[in-house]
């Protein structure tokens, strides 16, 4: 199968984007990195995310040199050349892995550097104006969106034009899974420890104010933005868009026929080559969107820095609308008829995908927001205690389930009726295709959150504070947007990895029939997985968290300086603690992201597993958001009551929504996200450990043995 | 079909039950109601009691009449007799659905009466001695226990004995479990309306101690305990038990071969005779059972209550799988040899769903109890304020979900193995075979609890309260253990109700193929409506609470003298509010649970109802689990610390794990066991409204338009 020239396209578009990257962060480190004390500080967090990521990467390495011995030595080569021992030795994969976690971790680097490094110089630039901090925290933001998309397309066209099978992409999008889940996992973990512990001895027994710098855990709260919410959700978004174009590029590939509602396609072999790349190709585009909408927020940003960033994901969303369908045009060249409506419905399905996404991004803001009914009534909630403001954000939580499952029903349905599965994969590309835009708009977050802590610290004065409040606050809308949007688009991709573990598998004649026991099952513990592994990191960040309370007790206690602020806290002890823990912590969680399904596979069979990955996927979307939009709307109700409401800071009632907000940090940084991840990898593991689970056995090993 | 004589054995144990009922009635009727303080409050709480039921009771009356011209006009009939016109007019249906309502009504009215006499009676005995307060209390839960288990086998025996079908039992089990959800929901939603309005304004603000007679809703806080405690789990249970039952009749009815990995069998009309009546004919063995146990547990009674009541459970097993095999032997007496096989297989399932749904019951006990590690971390959590106790107890709820689906799926996959579907629904009917013994357990609880109070506002010394405690200590236990089972039990019904369901729609070849999307869609919003419907049962209860926090507040504040106690607070109000509130609150969750499956069968065809019930099922029982173990975990930690360990009533600690515990109240006795019922209530619908939904295209209307 000849590779369409076309696909340059996407080489194109990621080499560009890489360029970008590193002009930007040329860019942002010209700018003036502002005051003594300001360097200072901006030094301790660029040291502590360092020394972070040194230790994690240090562990990451191991995993990836184990798991490139597994894949090659374990696992079937997915090629299957008759000329050497077909069944082992599978060099095309474990290589794909390898670059696949390396590029996730130098994107997530580079992203981290530059963010840690926009930190003070937004700040700095907040002294001269609204526009100045804007334009360096957003070039700042920026670098990480651009990396992921740019390493991602590179990695994806180069294997898949070398090799030609997406089965060895497949690797590639492993790698970088496995590698999102330790950095989604890790990162929340160490965010929430330094958050928590900052917030239940600083603030509740001793009364600082936020960032304050006299807290011990200040710096490593501020580590925490960079770690767990710049490179975390830039990972997040990595898997995901990798694993969306791997799950349609299996689909084409496999498919004989598209089975769609609508009219079903027989699939020539120049229909299919053209079906393989369109997802790239189609990524490639969006990525050419993503960097027209970043020019063009940059434009808008100076007037109103939410609105410019909101605009910008439209503005992006219609040039895609525009350019995919030029794109479109191109893939239909040299078609008959019957595919070149096949590629329109897809163009559609496309379409389709990115707009319920954004629908979705935004329903999750309306549950969070502070000017909304929902939030408000949580905030009124804090006046009747503490309880009573759990249970309205809890049930809120609940009931934000609801909009975005339909809005994935019925992108799901409508997809499907356009163009089968391949459908339903291509909106999940199609909702990740800007995924460019998102990510700038959400990495912007952390850092002008940090230029805030900054420019308190630097002691800038109050008009800069206010200044950066207010870029603050539009980054923390688009954060709420980028969450819902992740969750969404992580569903739908795991949906088409599904299918496509499925078809990979065999099974798609005979079905994943939950009548019989053995699926049943499968489906059970799929459905109970998600709850444990919530836990799991609730419990992390609980028992970390703890650590970090006795340590900052321990320093105001040993040395009553610290709170006259004569002298400086011991920040790398609780930096110690926070990265020690995290890292510790995400060990068990992780083993269960890649053994159970394992273990499901292995012993109940394929159709198990993938009633298990269903099962997971489903009960994931609801913790997913429940947990993501409870956390959101109880911050946000907190901030909304210090803003001067319902008698502001100091009252019961804000020590009540301050217990909302506490019990929302892990759900909404740690675990609630880290399910995405959760979904992909396991997806993955499934796919790729197919080889081994057929060799096993299709229907397990314990069918084998009750035989 | 001729029906066995056999069937009578469950005839007659159901008229015994009832007789000793009445008998057990009589006996604490004439038990000493205690002092004139004694006999005025508990003539409050049964008046206020009863206007409860009567109120619920006249709602339920139109409700039931509604859905009788429903089945009798809408829906076919089952039986398809050729004289007459075979769609419509399915009065055998509609009468047996009337029937099951009016059954489900008079067990819990006689039951609740019976309790409301207990109480102070029972205050009463404890003056005399342990071992009298225990007989008293115990006599009045074995009524309900009693009652809902003769109620139902009665039932179901002259039904199937008049209709010779299944699907006419059918009917009657949908009345029973429609009336259940109404007294679930309704009774959790008043009890904690109740409780949470009680603590939040007079333990909170007042520092009144529990039970304080001028605490104006302590009134409704007790109403409260017997309309959800008694009433509420009786029901939930007898919906479950009658739903088993019918669950596997069907199966035994439709089921021409018995597909097991050990070996297939396939089913002659005298096996099938006899396979259609076991699950009545066991029931009828296992009440006999249950008799026997309860009177073990009398004579028991003396020294330790809680043993006791652990004890009969245990001797309720084994004299059930002793009897139940004598009944086997029975059974195969005329059958060949594979026949007979098949018999013995069944009694091994049925005796596996016995044994694991004890050990489930024991897993939820472990995680509840106050001497076990759960529940001491989190009142130690607690130290560190509300949040950090919130969270603990919601990770501990999320972990406690595995042991139980590790149950569920061992239960599930040997009953399987030994006898295919029917099987696993006769693994169920175990689970309830001494359901007779649960029940009288269950049902002691909210009667010591009521006790305790009692004798607290009659002034009987602290002698007495310190027996009344021990009584009620016993009797948490016990409603620990209950809430496990039961939770156990239905969701094992509800997967015979699943595999019933599937063979009356005629899918049991083509299967629920979750790879069709329109399968994977029901499974979607199956998964999605149990959050939905907990997000609105604890908004209710949050409503509701608010407003009997205003009517506290505002009697406290207009009349200073209830408060110093020289002048009665106006329970009549706050009971108003409870009632009102709760069956106001109801109304919508109802409907869901009704509504919801109705559309997922028209719209999208039967596959996807199945797929539907499937999520609902696994994502229930996460919910059910993790709610009703968080709340029970913080309940016991707060009392742990009540006791005066951690420093005690009145500390910070305390004033946190109150707040855990006001979290937990709805989530463990209002969203939680509702769960329960809303799933069999859901796996009924559907099967009831089969004939509509193949009338309609069993692949539904969106199908018929997509063409």
Known sequence: MAVPIILIVALIAGIISIVLALYFRTLV?????GNERMVEVAGYIEKGAKKYIKVQYKILGIFVGAFFFVIFFLLPSPLETSERLAVFFNWEQALAYVIGSVGSM?????????????????????????????DIAFFGGS??????????????????????????VLGFSFGASSIALFMKCGGGIYTKTADVGADLVGKAEYDLPEDDPRNPATIADNVGDNVGDIAGMGSDLFDSYVASIVASMILAAALSLIEAPLGNVAISENLRATLVIAPVVLCGVGLIASLIGIFYIKLKGSSDPGKALNSGTYFSTIIFA????????????GQDAAGTVLLWRVWLALILGLFSGIII????DYYTRDDRKPTRNIAHAAKEGHAVVILSGFSYGLLSVVPPAIGIIVAMAVSYLLGG?????????????????????DAYGPIVDNSRAIAEQGELGEDVIRTADLLDSAGNTAKAITKGFAIGAANLTVLALLFSYTEEAGITATGIDLLNVNVLIGAFIGVVVPALFSALLIRSVQRNAAKMVDEIRRQFEENPKILTGEEAADFGKTIDIATKGSLRELVVPSLISILIPLAVGIFFGVAALGAFLAGAILSGFVFAVMMSNAGGAWDNAKKWIEDGNLGGKGTEVHKASITGDTVGDPFKDTAGPSINTLLVVMSL???IFMGLFLLLGADGLLAALAI
């Open 29 to 33: 480190m010209k700018e003036d990195p």
């Open 106 to 134: 130098l994107a997530g680097y580079l992203g981290l550097y530059v963010g840690v490094k926009a930190n003070s110089r937004a700040a700095q630039g907040c002294t001269i104006g609204t526009k100045e901090g804007f």
């Open 143 to 168: 670098v990480m969106g651009l990396a992921v998309v740019g390493v991602a397309l590179i990695g994806v066209s180069i294997i898949y034009w070398i090799f030609g099978s997406p089965l060895v």
């Open 322 to 333: 525009g350019l995919s369908a030029l794109f479109t045009l191109f893939l239909t060249i």
């Open 361 to 364: 991004g935004f329903t999750s």
């Open 421 to 441: 599965v391949f459908g339903v994969s291509m909106a999940a590309v199609g909702m990740l295709a800007i995924v460019g835009t998102i990510v700038s708009n």
């Open 685 to 687: 593991t499934a796919s």
